[in-house]
């Protein structure tokens, strides 16, 4: 069966905070705009039960309940969202595919926003038990499940401390396994805090998981003491894992950069080795991974993304005609020679109307047009026909008008 295809001018793979504020850029732009999510719209921010950093909210909000009013503002701008797993991208060339299992996507311009997923102990008897059979990465999600149980916590950062707090008000006993000395945590030093002081929490130090063990269901996680050796079995009924996050690039391996951790290497703008690729959010390599972050990301990449479909359409739509050739001339307004330079272009135009369009291209403004034409400093001019550069200059501050103007008349 033949798939649909459907064209879009940008498509936004995942859906937590950078994807939905990248949705919101666009769609605020006009743009046409798809978002694909495999889960839940909101990301990774959905798993956490209290968010206490995010500027505007002097309150702790849920990660969910932020999400939700993440999603209803994309929506209103006009974006689509696709409750769909991504099974592959093709990403080079001007036009982009996304495919899901039903249907392609075509877009102009695509920002990846794939986020990461969580990291794994590697212990025997662990991949057995995921997926609802007791391994939880979620407290947000699962806490309700375990009131009056008991639940082991595998971690020592923020997750994994603010979350353990937060499984206390439901789980009748809550134990956290932690790598480190007696007192060492991870966690920001209010949730170090209201840990230590939690009395339903009880702390395993220097320890780490081993085995899991168990039939059906998870019973049974076996610690190691990274100091002696020792064994010791703790019996639950889940096990919750915040061991810390891996870049979800799977997909894109092969296509963009990665670094050798596998996350997707960008500029400021957000911008990939892939011309009409953005990265933003989790999964770009970055110092600091936060809903703050990711939002500043997705603004940065909606806009870039923007730019980049005004800059090609005036590229294509100013810059190539298919009737005569095309003088461009890349300048900066801020430049003296640049605005003396304007007025030979000028005579130019004036001399040469109907035989020769001229558009005018400002650097100031963005150098990426002019860069498509091979020209990195204003002033400078370059010649277009049959959609091809056949003509640039070296450096119009040593050429004279007149000796262009030969050049220029040979095409």
């Known amino acids: 069966m033949t798939k649909q295809r459907e064209n879009y001018d940008v498509a936004i793979i995942g859906g937590g905070a950078a994807g939905l504020t990248a949705a919101i850029y666009c769609g605020r732009a006009r743009l046409k705009t798809i978002l694909f999510e495999k889960a839940l719209p909101g990301g990774l ?62 877009a102009k311009a695509v920002i990846i926003a794939s986020g990461g997923k969580p990291r794994l102990t590697g212990a025997a008897g662990e991949e057995k038990f995921l997926f609802d059979k007791g391994i939880s990465f979620c407290a947000t999600c699962d806490a309700a499940f375990y009131t009056g149980k008991s639940v082991l916590v595998i971690g020592s950062g923020d997750a994994a401390i603010e979350e353990a707090i937060f499984l206390t008000k439901f789980a009748s006993q809550v134990q956290v ?39 059906e269901r998870l019973r049974q996680v076996v610690l190691k003491n990274v100091k002696t050796g020792e064994l010791k079995p703790v019996d639950v009924d889940g096990c919750f894992l915040f061991i810390g996050y891996l870049p979800d690039t799977d997909l894109f391996k092969g296509q963009v950069d990665l670094n050798t951790r596998g996350y997707i290497l960008t500029n400021d703008q957000m911008e990939t080795n892939l011309e009409g690729v953005f990265a933003i959010g989790d999964v770009r390599d970055k110092t600091l991974r936060q809903v703050a972050t ?40 801020v430049d003296p020679l640049c605005r003396t330079f304007m007025t030979e272009v000028e005579r130019i135009k004036e001399k040469y109307t109907g035989s020769l369009k001229v558009v005018t291209v400002d650097m100031y403004k963005s150098t990426k047009i002019a860069e498509k034409l091979g020209i990195y400093q204003a002033p400078a001019l370059a010649l277009i026909k049959d959609r091809t550069v056949c003509y640039r200059t070296t450096n119009c501050r040593e050429d004279t008008a007149a000796t262009i103007e030969t050049e220029i008349t040979q095409y």
């Open 45 to 106: 921010a959905t798993y956490t039960s209290e968010i206490e950093n995010f500027p505007g909210f002097p309150d702790p909000v849920t990660g969910t309940g932020l999400m939700k009013l993440f999603e209803k503002q994309a929506k209103r701008f006009g974006t689509e969202v696709k409750l769909t797993a991504v099974k592959s991208v093709s990403l080079s060339g001007e036009e982009k595919i996304v495919s899901t299992f039903r249907s392609d996507y075509t």
């Open 177 to 215: 396994s932690v790598i480190h000395d007696t007192g060492i945590l991870d966690a920001n030093e209010v949730a170090k805090e209201q840990a230590l002081a939690n009395p339903k929490l009880d702390f395993l130090w220097n320890t780490m998981v081993h085995e899991f063990k168990g039939e």
């Open 294 to 333: 990711a939002v500043g990301d997705g603004a940065i990449g909606g806009v870039a993304a923007e730019r980049y479909l005004a800059e090609t359409a005036y590229f294509e739509q100013q810059l190539i005609d298919d009737y005569k050739p095309t003088l461009v001339y890349c300048w900066n307004p």
